[in-house]
Nanobody
Framework: QVQLVQSGGGLVQPGGSLRLSCAAS????????MGWYRQAPGKQRELVAAISSSTIDTNYADSVKGRFTISRDNAKNTVYLQMNSLKPEDTAVYYC???????????????WGQGTLVTVSS
């Protein structure tokens, strides 16, 4: 069983920065693409950023391009989201997601983190 444990988040003023982390733990698995999603009150969950297993390919929502940076440390099975120049409209619950494959059964499993609240307000 693979689990994603998130850390970071909290309250920040507009223009401030936060860093989110998400670590995958378990046994006998590999992690492919990882990503961050967010869901604001009354809105659907949306993709914020994603990164390939090689770290070469990244994808960002237009609303965060130039402000957010996704990265990962494959040795630690951890993905990060550095959020700069935060705006009130970035307020949401942020979730990490990972595409994993069992090295025992070679089955695919999509795993989600528990979510962390980011509030941008003065």
């Amino acid at each position: 069983q693979v689990q994603l444990v998130q850390s970071g988040g909290g309250l920040v003023q507009p223009g401030g920065s936060l860093r989110l982390s998400c670590a995958a733990s378990g046994s006998s698995f590999s992690v492919n693409e990882m990503g961050w999603y967010r869901q604001a009150p009354g809105k659907q969950r949306e993709l914020v950023a994603a990164i390939s297993s090689s770290t070469i390919d990244t994808n960002y929502a237009d609303s965060v391009k130039g402000r957010f940076t996704i990265s990962r440390d494959n040795a630690k099975n951890t993905v990060y989201l550095q959020m700069n120049s935060l705006k009130p409209e970035d307020t949401a619950v942020y979730y990490c997601r990972a595409d994993t494959i069992s090295l025992v059964t070679y089955t695919y499993l999509e795993v989600w983190g528990q979510g962390t609240l980011v509030t941008v307000s003065s």
